[in-house]
Each structure stands twice: as structure tokens, then as C-alpha cells.
T-cell receptor, first 114, second 111 residues
Framework: DAGVIQSPRHEVTEMGQEVTLRCKPISGHNSLFWYRQTMMRGLELLIY????????DSGMPEDRFSAKMPNASFSTLKIQPSEPRDSAVYFC????????????FGPGTRLTVT | SQQGEEDPQALSIQEGENATMNCSYK?????LQWYRQNSGRGLVHLILIRSNEREKHSGRLRVTLDTSKKSSSLLITASRAADTASYFC???????????FGKGTKLTVNP
């Protein structure tokens, strides 16, 4: 298995532009997680899905952020409009259902908003 | 909310020495997990210890869990330069698959 796949790996954009991050989870995993990592705030969970349904989006910082999972093999995280404070590394992770499943992380997308 | 808190924040040792990192958490847990993150990479799962376990081993890793003190430790024995990374503990929150990560311990192993 190729593991969790994220694209793009790096994204540089100007303030106000729309940014779309993509994730392909590991086949067979029922849960998908979007995280954001910064030096100041560490690793924060933004939203997670179970069987393609959003379960907890309490970590989504603002209405500028939205996430979708149209099917079991694809998810997107969209920021519109982007702001410099959105600069961070965004990780997607997938895992099984239940309390005792580890999460498998993708390589991340490094987003820089200028 | 921050559940796990690692200690120390940074640790620098010589190759061959043992490295011990600690994690404290606040609420009752079903399990506790440790992850490693190499610079510029995603997190990698190392080991999961369940609440009814006190100690678990995996290769050079030894994890302990003390639910009465709400704490866990990760011991890496005979460290190698390749062990240089940040180490995070994580606990499920709210009876769900949601994991809450601490801020990590940055380990440097000098050759």
C-alpha cells in the first residue's frame, strides 16, 4: 500500500486566494483526519470523518475553512480566502473505527500564504 | 484542549545512551499512543498501550503506563543518531477516534 497520499506537497499562494488540499486515505480505513501543525500551536485536529461523514469539525478555525469527503478514497480541505496566518503544515491521517486504532499520517502539505 | 503533555520539551544525548520521555494526561483514557515525527515528515505510530496494561515493549522501545498518576513514559534504549526526531504522546478524547496530541519532546542523539 502506498500509504496516505497528500497533494500538493508544497503550496505558496497570495493572501485572498483559494487553496485546496487533497488527501487519499489508505484503502479500507474508515476514519480520516485533517490536522494543522505550527510551531506556536503544535498539532491541532481540524476535522475528522467516519465512513465519509463529518463527525467533529470543532477544530475548524473559521468559516473560511471547509472539508469534504465525497467518497471513501478522497477528501479535500479548502481555505477561501486564505490569510498569512493560515501558513502551516497540513496533515491528513487515516485509521480504523474505534478507540484502539492508530492513525497513519500522510507526508503533509506545507502551505505558505504571502 | 491539550490532553497529553510531554516532558522534557527537548532532550540531547549521546549515541548509545538511553532516552526517557514522559507524558501526563488529564482524563480517563482507553489507551495511550506514542508517535515519532522526523523533521519535515508526517507522524509515524510507534506503540499503543491499553489502559489495562502497565508495560509494553517493541524492539528498543519500552512504554509504561500508570493510570493512577495519569502518566506514561517512553524509553528508547541504546539510542542511535537515526532516533533523532520529535516524539508525541496521544490519547483518545471523548470516547471517539479523535486523538489529542501533546506538543512533543524533541530528541537529539549525537553521534
Amino acid at each position: 500500500d502506498a500509504g496516505v497520499i497528500q497533494s500538493p506537497r508544497h503550496e505558496v499562494t497570495e493572501m485572498g486566494q483559494e487553496v485546496t488540499l487533497r488527501c487519499k486515505p489508505i484503502s479500507g480505513h474508515n476514519s480520516l483526519f485533517w490536522y494543522r501543525q505550527t510551531m506556536m500551536r503544535g498539532l491541532e485536529l481540524l476535522i475528522y470523518f467516519n465512513n465519509n461523514v463529518p463527525i467533529d469539525d470543532s477544530g475548524m478555525p473559521e468559516d473560511r475553512f471547509s472539508a469534504k469527503m465525497p467518497n471513501a478514497s478522497f477528501s479535500t480541505l479548502k481555505i477561501q480566502p486564505s490569510e498569512p496566518r493560515d501558513s502551516a503544515v497540513y496533515f491528513c491521517a487515516s485509521g480504523g473505527t474505534g478507540l484502539s486504532y492508530e492513525q497513519y499520517f500522510g507526508p503533509g502539505t506545507r502551505l505558505t500564504v504571502t | 484542549s491539550q490532553q497529553g503533555e510531554e516532558d522534557p520539551q527537548a532532550l540531547s544525548i549521546q549515541e548509545g545512551e538511553n532516552a526517557t520521555m514522559n507524558c501526563s494526561y488529564k482524563t480517563s483514557i482507553n489507551n495511550l499512543q506514542w508517535y515519532r515525527q522526523n523533521s519535515g515528515r508526517g507522524l509515524v505510530h510507534l506503540i499503543l498501550i491499553r489502559s489495562n496494561e502497565r508495560e509494553k515493549h517493541s524492539g528498543r522501545l519500552r512504554v509504561t503506563l500508570d493510570t493512577s498518576k495519569k502518566s506514561s513514559s517512553l524509553l528508547i534504549t541504546a539510542s542511535r543518531a537515526a532516533d533523532t526526531a520529535s516524539y508525541f504522546c496521544a490519547t483518545p478524547q471523548g470516547g471517539s477516534e479523535k486523538l489529542v496530541f501533546g506538543k512533543g519532546t524533541k530528541l537529539t542523539v549525537n553521534p
